[in-house]
T-cell receptor
Framework: DTGVSQNPRHKITKRGQNVTFRCDPISEHNRLYWYRQTLGQGPEFLTYFQNEAQLEKSRLLSDRFSAERPKGSFSTLEIQRTEQGDSAMYLC???????????????FGPGTRLTVL | AQKVTQAQTEISVVEKEDVTLDCVYETRDTTYYLFWYKQPPSGELVFLIRRNSFDEQNEISGRYSWNFQKSTSSFNFTITASQVVDSAVYFCALSGGGSGNTGKLIFGQGTTLQVKP
């Protein structure tokens, strides 16, 4: 399977704990995005990487959130001191700017569903 | 600011009926991109179409068609002869264009389509 993969698919944690999610984009894609989706809403942008550089962060990304993309391959999203309001589906997407233009369609992974008790 | 509005929260049709999903967007960019994504019950977002702001030609792909009208800032999606497998949440999304833009997607709230047999 050469699509975007995310792990874990589900995470249940207690308030105050730290959690980390991983995203493996499509291998030739240099652009990687994180979004958050709450029930009944559309996905909301969190952050964007081009290769290993984090070029944009949303105001939604509080100081408790940090994302990395070492070596421009996989990415991790860490949430420290989780709160119940962090419960959501965290989606990763990747796209390429190499072939057909800078704003190609983004391919989404299956998401990580986080539940904070 | 950029915004996407999908005023229809839920639509229910009987199989073989035609259905149109509405999307209205706001942007100050002169170059931008519009997208439709499908989110089936499995949860993974599936890309359907991308349209750039300079191309107002309608597009047809099988039972799907899209009507882009800059004059009304709308990008509506029609499914002809709907099928039960079309049941899903459909999202309209907007991405800014121009140099320096990251390609992040601004999503609408989604329209839940239920197709009954």
């Amino acid at each position: 399977d050469t699509g975007v993969s995310q792990n874990p698919r589900h995470k249940i944690t207690k308030r105050g704990q730290n959690v980390t999610f991983r995203c493996d984009p499509i291998s030739e894609h240099n652009r990687l995005y994180w979004y958050r989706q709450t029930l009944g809403q559309g996905p909301e942008f969190l952050t964007y990487f081009q290769n290993e550089a984090q070029l944009e962060k949303s105001r939604l990304l509080s100081d408790r959130f940090s994302a990395e993309r070492p070596k421009g391959s996989f990415s991790t999203l860490e949430i420290q001191r989780t709160e119940q309001g962090d419960s959501a589906m965290y989606l990763c997407a990747s796209s390429s700017s190499e072939y057909t233009g800078p704003y190609n369609e983004q391919f989404f992974g299956p998401g990580t569903r986080l539940t904070v008790l | 600011a950029q915004k996407v509005t999908q005023a229809q929260t839920e639509i229910s049709v009987v199989e073989k009926e035609d259905v149109t999903l509405d999307c209205v967007y706001e942007t100050r960019d002169t170059t931008y991109y519009l997208f439709w994504y499908k989110q089936p019950p499995s949860g993974e977002l599936v890309f359907l179409i991308r349209r750039n702001s300079f191309d107002e030609q309608n597009e047809i792909s099988g039972r799907y068609s899209w009507n882009f009208q800059k004059s009304t800032s709308s990008f509506n999606f029609t499914i002809t002869a709907s099928q039960v497998v079309d049941s899903a949440v459909y999202f309209c999304a907007l991405s800014g264009g121009g140099s320096g833009n990251t390609g992040k997607l601004i999503f609408g709230q989604g329209t839940t389509l239920q197709v009954k047999p």
